[in-house]
């Protein structure tokens, strides 16, 4: 089983629906984040915690909100999806800034 | 805050020989680290090598190394005798007090 999981992996809705992707971990590990992905433009942060009663906002969190139900689970949430929110988005953990980030999967995200 | 640039959005070599890859940093923290991570087609994101920025010593990993000039907060990565299977994005991400902040990506192609 894979440490970080991300549910779904793909996702087609449309404009102005509300859509949650999923992500939980069995790292054990405090800090998770959320990440977007678009062609050219790398990754970016969109929100992360430190742990559970911590949130904090990324780069690029306009139009998006999150959950930290536990430790293992942070939920990304879209309000109202608009098309410029089709990216590829990426939940991660870590256990201490000084190691390495582990990806899910990933969720391709089109918003039609 | 911290940003980071990838200056060669494309590069190739030819299988066997050895490429270098280019990225420069600005960050006001002290401590820090920095990281390379690989994401080959199958959009899976992993890590290829890590560095402290403490460390004078130039980390390496089997064909992977990295030369890290701190004072010119330039960190390349250097892929030696290249593979069919090191085709793939490479981003480079310093990590301090906050989340890793990711390149925009250099996209790596092996010529046979």
């Known amino acids: 089983d894979a440490d970080v999981t991300q549910t779904p992996r793909n996702r087609i809705t449309k404009t102005g629906k509300r859509i949650m992707l999923e992500c939980s971990q069995t790292k054990g590990h405090d800090r998770m984040y959320w990440y977007r992905q678009d062609p050219g433009l790398g990754l970016r942060l969109i929100y992360y915690?430190?742990?559970?009663?911590?949130?904090n906002k990324g780069e690029i969190s306009d139009g998006y909100s999150v959950s930290r139900q536990a430790q293992a689970k942070f939920s990304l949430s879209l309000e109202s999806a608009i098309p410029n929110q089709t990216a590829l988005y990426f939940c991660?953990?870590?256990?201490?800034?000084?190691?390495?980030?582990?990806f899910g999967s990933g969720t391709q995200l089109s918003v039609l | 805050a911290q940003t980071v640039t990838q200056s060669q959005p494309e590069m190739s070599v030819q299988e066997a020989e050895t490429v270098t890859l280019s990225c420069t940093y600005d960050?006001?923290?002290?401590?820090?680290?920095l990281f390379w991570y690989k994401q080959p087609p199958s959009r899976q994101m992993i890590l290829v090598i890590r560095?402290?920025?403490?460390?004078?010593q130039n980390a390496t990993e089997n064909r992977f190394s990295v030369n890290f000039q701190k004072a010119a907060k330039s960190f390349s990565l250097k892929i030696s005798d290249s593979q069919l299977g090191d085709a793939a994005m490479y981003f480079c991400a310093p990590s301090g007090n906050t989340p890793l902040v990711f390149g925009k990506g250099t996209r790596l192609s092996v010529i046979a």
């Open positions: 960050t006001s923290e002290s401590d820090y680290y």
């Open positions: 915690s430190f742990d559970v009663k911590d949130i």
């Open positions: 560095q402290e920025a403490y460390k004078q």
């Open positions: 991660a953990t870590s256990d201490h800034r000084k190691e390495k980030l582990f």
